[in-house]
T-cell receptor, first 116, second 109 residues
């Protein structure tokens, strides 16, 4: 069972508000990811991290930002939410394995964000 | 991009076996084949993975073609709880794993 947790699971906020989606994992994984997924659509990587103080942008451009001050914590922030940010945000983690690709990726249950 | 091709949807009767196909003709020698599934309103969960040999676990079996250009996820007895979107992905160790839209499995009671 995955030990990766996201909060909040559901959030409705007004346009212009600042929000932070929390993600924590207790597996000691170095790699963490944020994906964005609209209903019935593909997952798109928006941010990832190799470890503490490492953050990189993914393939899908996003107005969100992330930080990685502790290994277990990878929050995502939207400084000024807009209706176009309405989506599901999925946090994930995996062990760091430069050589191979057999490592499992563990996903949280997702955070559903609605901006009105 | 190491991409895969899957049918958009499949149906199965409850308690019958299900074979979910996946094509990955651009696979390279070190790419692992991973399968995940996503239940409604949840994040994807790991099902199984393999490199060259067929694999079995408590959830499913993975049959990998000899040339590795295709694979099949086998659910031996589909239950209603197996209704989900199933993703076949190539794990190259790179940062971005292409999940695609997967195969939506409907299980008919």
């Amino acid at each position: 069972e995955a030990d990766i947790y996201q909060t909040p699971r559901y959030l409705v906020i007004g346009t212009g508000k600042k929000i932070t989606l929390e993600c924590s994992q207790t597996m000691g994984h170095d790699k963490m990811y944020w994906y964005q997924q609209d209903p019935g659509m593909e997952l798109h990587l928006i941010h990832y991290s190799y470890g503490v103080n490492s953050t990189e942008k993914g393939d899908l451009s996003s107005e969100s930002t992330v930080s990685r001050i502790r290994t277990e914590h990878f929050p995502l922030t939207l400084e000024s939410a807009r209706p176009s940010h309405t989506s599901q945000y999925l946090c994930a983690s995996s062990a760091l394995d430069w050589a191979g690709s057999g490592n499992t990726i563990y996903f949280g249950e997702g955070s559903w964000l609605t901006v009105v | 991009d190491a991409k895969t091709t899957q049918p958009n949807s499949m149906e199965s009767n409850e308690e019958e076996p299900v074979h979910l196909p996946c094509n990955h003709s651009t696979i390279s020698g070190t790419d692992y084949i991973h399968w995940y599934r996503q239940l409604p309103s949840q994040g994807p969960e790991y099902v199984i993975h393999g490199l060259t040999s067929n694999v079995n676990n408590r959830m499913a079996s993975l049959a990998i073609a000899e040339d590795r250009k295709s694979s099949t996820l086998i659910l031996h007895r589909a239950t209603l709880r197996d209704a989900a979107v199933y993703y076949c992905i190539l794990n190259t160790g790179a940062n971005n794993l292409f999940f695609g839209t997967g195969t939506r499995l409907t299980v008919i009671p």
